[in-house]
């Protein structure tokens, strides 16, 4: 998996929105359910939101429900993460994964336990 920011960069202001996206090249797309981590320095890498293989259906943490959205474009094997109203506490390295068995309901309880992962995208939130 392949992760990277989109066109706005990774660096923005409170307030700001941020589109991530994620490369599945190599896996059969519709096999695995998707999921969007991050990890600020110092903490517990935590789950931010995850979408269901063929069903599309989407699951967030509390703490980003209602400014992050995941997508996904099965054609182009790709998933998205656009992200508005960015706030300081957002700042992290954000990881997509993947998994065939744990869906968007159950990543957060599998913590580094998904079959694959993106090496990771810098997130800033700084004014």
């Known amino acids: 998996l392949s992760s990277a920011a989109g066109v706005w960069g990774g660096v923005v202001q409170p307030g700001d929105s941020l589109g991530l996206s994620c490369s599945a090249s190599?896996?059969?797309?519709?096999?695995?359910?998707m999921g969007w981590f991050r990890q600020a320095p110092g903490k517990e890498r935590e789950f931010v939101g995850g979408?269901?293989?063929?069903?599309?259906?989407?699951n967030y943490a509390d703490s980003v429900k209602g400014r992050f959205t995941i997508s996904e474009d099965n054609a182009k094997n790709l998933v998205y993460l656009q992200m508005s109203s960015l706030k300081p506490e957002d700042a992290a390295v954000y990881y997509c994964?993947?998994?065939?068995?744990?869906?968007?309901?159950?990543?957060?309880?599998?913590?580094?336990?998904?079959?694959?992962w993106g090496k990771g995208t810098q997130v800033t939130v700084s004014s």
């Open positions: 994964a993947a998994d065939r068995r744990v869906g968007p309901l159950h990543m957060h309880l599998v913590g580094y336990g998904m079959d694959y």
């Open positions: 190599g896996l059969t797309f519709l096999d695995y359910h």
């Open positions: 979408i269901a293989k063929i069903s599309g259906n989407t």
